[in-house]
């Protein structure tokens, strides 16, 4: 099976193209000789006197020893957002960066490229401290190998090419037991990037990096049922496992897709999540099933959540398991959408103390009263700067699947899904039937109005979400329609559901309902504790402190009740307390700026 993807997957929602538009916006800010100044600085192409104006800072200093790391996940970023829709100007700017790289390659005169010096991994294998500088090196790599695969960028294959032929030659100095223990200092996703240039070339010495890239003090862990997860670094291991994911796509060697799905058992399936489908403290795993002895302000770190998406994202592709696709969705709402790209939705007259806009929060605070930190454009770079603009370049990904005659439908927005059948092109659009009989948006948009009955007859919010399927094709074409159907929707464990037809010609559609309603989701390890969901969205209680909530213990979702539900067009999806004498507004996590918030709330008597 084929995730339908790049050009074929066009997406109209609009918190979808606001975000994907903010995305390029903010990479388009960025100034190239900024973002290739490490890399000029070591191949000796560039040197000033003087600090340089607009310079970046944070993990992207020339005193940082993961300098670089950000250009390679831009480099990704462009390639994804040129695929999806053939943007000349980013794509432009990429292939400049690429001949940046050439030229610093061709400088070093022996494969090398990278924005940090090679007596780094030397000081890896001697054992003296230096912080990852695979890490930093993958980043790179994966930036070149995505503009070969993607943008079509020869050039880029050829340094990546180059650069491996380095790594092949280094890493032939070491023994099996030295190069584990050079592999237990964060390698990023270095397997990843053996088995795609392997894929792309054919060539043996990424057989042989593919061996030597096996971390075997962790997979064979995995592959003996045994949990070398709790407290470990999170984001250490989960891309060395996509790693392996490639790996098992590209060899079909078994122990490979064997490691990728223990994996996923051991971190998701047997130790359970916070409610916004992330997990992590201070950036490691938690104890299994508890949850609620980890709540603090370094939660659910972001590049967690867009790795663990693309972990999910092999593994449905193998198997159509609908749990994938629900962690997609979860994971998205709640920490894509939560940690990226904010914006405030204000109103005419009313001006907040705070910033209009966050760019991205590292981790995802779930302590109760706490706050989001948003980094800053240029003075921060933390890895989830990097994660930023690839996921939100991203985002016509993980919503169709194609396997021959099936299509898979996964998540649910306004989307263009482009197929073929038999050769005859098909277009599926999907569009979310909202039920307000208005698009009238706000007070400064466009007065139009239609008077029809759906106005009237439909007086409060539906609590329904309901996408409407509409085929165009040139005559008859025979494909199976399976649209998922969450757990959220009251209708038992998660499943597809199969359209009653499979000749489909132009016009014919399809619809769904999926009830929503507020639901209760207990903490791991403290059922007394529960966070509170819309459909799949975690929803957050505006509050400086730690709350206790009053409601029937037995039915603690009847501690809230819908308030302004309607602004102009829009239906909105915000809650109130019923049974407080001081009330406690809550909104979505993901519409959460500046303001302190919980999401987990204690219910007496429980």
């Not at 000033?48 to 990704?76: D, K, M, V």
């Not at 993958?138 to 032929?165: C, F, P, Q, S, Y």
């Not at 002895?293 to 939660?299: E, H, V």
């Not at 999926?514 to 929803?539: E, F, H, K, N, W």
Request: one cysteine or more; charged letters at 25%.
């Amino acid at each position: 099976m084929r995730e339908i993807k790049g050009k074929n997957a066009v997406v109209w929602d609009g918190n979808l193209r606001r975000r994907e538009a903010d995305n390029r916006a903010y990479m388009m800010r960025l100034d190239r000789e900024n973002l290739m100044r490490n890399y000029l600085l070591e191949a000796g192409l560039w040197t000033c006197a003087a600090l340089p104006n607009g310079i970046h800072g944070g993990w992207e200093s020339p005193t940082c020893q993961l300098r670089g790391h950000f250009t390679g996940h831009y480099l990704s970023a462009a390639a994804m957002i040129w695929d999806e829709n053939g943007d000349m100007e980013i794509k432009g700017r990429a292939d400049a960066m690429v001949e940046d790289l050439y030229r610093c390659q061709t400088e070093h005169g022996d494969g090398w490229a990278g924005s940090i010096p090679e007596t780094y991994l030397d000081w890896i294998a001697r054992g003296k401290p230096v912080w990852a500088p695979h890490y930093t090196l993958h980043k790179t790599l994966m930036g070149l190998v995505d503009m070969a695969k993607l943008a079509g960028n020869r050039r880029a294959l050829e340094i990546a090419d180059r650069w491996g032929e380095w790594f092949d030659r280094w890493t032939a100095r070491f023994d099996r037991e030295k190069m584990d223990d050079i592999l237990d200092v964060e390698t990023g996703g270095m397997l990843e990037i053996w088995a795609d240039l392997l894929d792309l070339t054919g060539k043996e010495r990424y057989r042989r990096l593919l061996d030597k890239y096996y971390r075997a003090r962790l997979f064979d862990e995995l592959l003996a049922g045994r949990d070398p997860l709790t407290n470990m670094h999170a984001n250490t291991t989960i891309p060395e496992v996509i790693g392996c994911a490639r790996a098992y796509e590209v060899t079909g060697e078994e122990k490979y897709r064997r490691i990728a799905e223990a994996y996923w058992k051991c971190a998701v399936t047997d130790r359970g999540a916070f409610a916004t489908g992330g997990q992590t403290c201070g950036e490691i795993w938690t104890p299994k099933g508890d949850q609620q002895s980890r709540l603090g302000r370094k939660n659910q770190e972001h590049c967690t959540v867009y790795n663990m998406m693309r972990l999910s994202d092999f593994l449905f592709r193998w198997t159509k398991d609908v749990q994938y696709a629900d962690y997609i969705e979860q994971n998205l709402y709640n920490g894509i959408f939560a940690q990226g790209y904010w914006r405030w939705r204000g109103t005419n007259g009313y001006a907040p103390n705070h910033p209009h806009t966050g760019l991205i929060a590292y981790f995802m605070p779930l302590k109760g009263g706490d706050h989001k930190g948003w980094g800053t454009e240029t003075t921060d770079f933390f890895c989830c700067h990097g994660t930023l603009v690839q996921a939100n370049a991203a985002l016509n990904r993980y919503l169709y699947y194609q396997d021959g005659r099936d299509i898979y439908v996964c998540q649910f927005f306004d989307s263009d899904a482009h197929f073929e059948i038999d050769g005859h092109p098909v277009t599926l659009r999907q569009r979310i039937d909202r039920q307000t009989g208005s698009f009238h948006l706000s007070s400064d948009s466009a007065g139009r109005q239609s008077i029809g009955a759906v106005t009237s007859k439909v007086k409060n919010n539906p609590e329904t979400l309901r996408p409407v399927f509409e085929v165009e094709t040139e005559g008859q074409v025979s494909f199976r329609l399976h649209v998922r159907m969450p757990s959220w929707a009251g209708q038992g464990d998660s499943r597809f559901v199969t359209a009653p037809r499979e000749t489909w010609a132009g016009g014919d559609t399809f619809a769904l309902e999926m009830p929503r309603t507020i639901r209760c989701q207990p903490l791991g390890g403290d059922p007394s504790r529960v966070a509170y969901l819309y459909g799949p969205v975690a929803l957050a209680g505006l509050t400086d402190t730690e709350i206790t909530l009053h409601p029937d213990p037995r039915r603690p979702e009847s501690a809230l009740r819908r308030c302004n539900e309607r602004e102009w067009g829009s239906w909105t999806e915000e809650f109130i307390t019923v049974t407080e004498d001081r009330a406690v507004y809550f909104i979505p996590l993901y519409d959460v700026g500046y303001e302190n918030y919980a999401v987990y709330f204690r219910i007496a008597g429980k």
